[in-house]
T-cell receptor, first 115, second 116 residues
Framework: AQKITQTQPGMFVQEKEAVTLDCTYD???????LFWYKQPSSGEMIFLIY??????QNATEGRYSLNFQKARKSANLVISASQLGDSAMYFC????????????FGRGTSLIVHP | NAGVTQTPKFRVLKTGQSMTLLCAQD?????MYWYRQDPGMGLRLIHY???????AKGEVPDGYNVSRLKKQNFLLGLESAAPSQTSVYFC???????????????FGDGTRLSIL
């Protein structure tokens, strides 16, 4: 079974609007971290934001925020005021504290921002 | 800051040829990883290493070998390349201590490999 599920293969958003990219995860480990990465068309992987399972507040980094709903096991990425440069693939990943600490990635969501 | 450097960036091989992809990191990270990325499949872990001299299999290890003789380097080898190994390969590294669960991975720029 997939540990990280990104159900939206592709998303479209109008420039300056907000967009939410979905990520659900599956773990029995009480201690884990959730990460979002951006991969623009140039190919590099860029770390965006992190949320720890024990964090009381949702993580924010500039225009990126994480809508963390622990009971629902979801960690959705919210991008506010979308820009053309936000067009990219976005990957959600989880790293569990128990075991090998090896991250698991979702299959990604392609975001296209329209002018 | 160099971060994670992969060489080469592009390579075309014929079926049956061998090659080695080199990954070097200058952040003194304990963990290193090799992934392959194929359309619609996300990142799939090939092999990883939790420290110098140690390696372990990931999700898709068949047809690949790795070595980590030095902490800063992680080599991925294809002994007999097959067309199914055509992919983009990413190396990554991450800190382990004091708490691995909150440490992001740092990625190289990728190697685009085509097997004819």
């Amino acid at each position: 079974a997939q540990k990280i599920t990104q159900t939206q293969p592709g998303m479209f958003v109008q420039e300056k609007e907000a967009v939410t990219l979905d990520c659900t995860y599956d773990t029995s480990d009480p201690s884990y971290g959730l990460f979002w990465y951006k991969q623009p068309s140039s190919g590099e992987m860029i770390f965006l934001i992190y949320q720890g399972s024990y964090d009381q507040q949702n993580a924010t980094e500039g225009r990126y925020s994480l809508n963390f709903q622990k009971a629902r096991k979801s960690a959705n990425l919210v991008i506010s005021a979308s820009q053309l440069g936000d067009s990219a693939m976005y990957f959600c990943a989880m790293r569990e504290s128990g075991g090998s600490y090896i991250p698991t990635f979702g299959r990604g969501t392609s975001l296209i921002v329209h002018p | 800051n160099a971060g994670v450097t992969q060489t080469p960036k592009f390579r075309v091989l014929k079926t049956g040829q061998s090659m080695t992809l080199l990954c070097a990191q200058d952040m003194n990270h304990e963990y290193m990883y090799w992934y392959r990325q194929d359309p619609g499949m996300g990142l799939r872990l090939i092999h990883y290493s939790v420290g110098e001299g140690t390696t372990a299999k990931g999700e898709v290890p068949d047809g690949y070998n790795v070595s980590r003789l030095k902490k800063q380097n992680f080599l991925l080898g294809l002994e007999s390349a097959a067309p199914s190994q055509t992919s983009v390969y990413f190396c990554a590294s991450s800190q382990h201590y004091p708490d691995s669960s909150n440490q992001p991975q740092h990625f190289g720029d990728g190697t685009r490999l085509s097997i004819l």
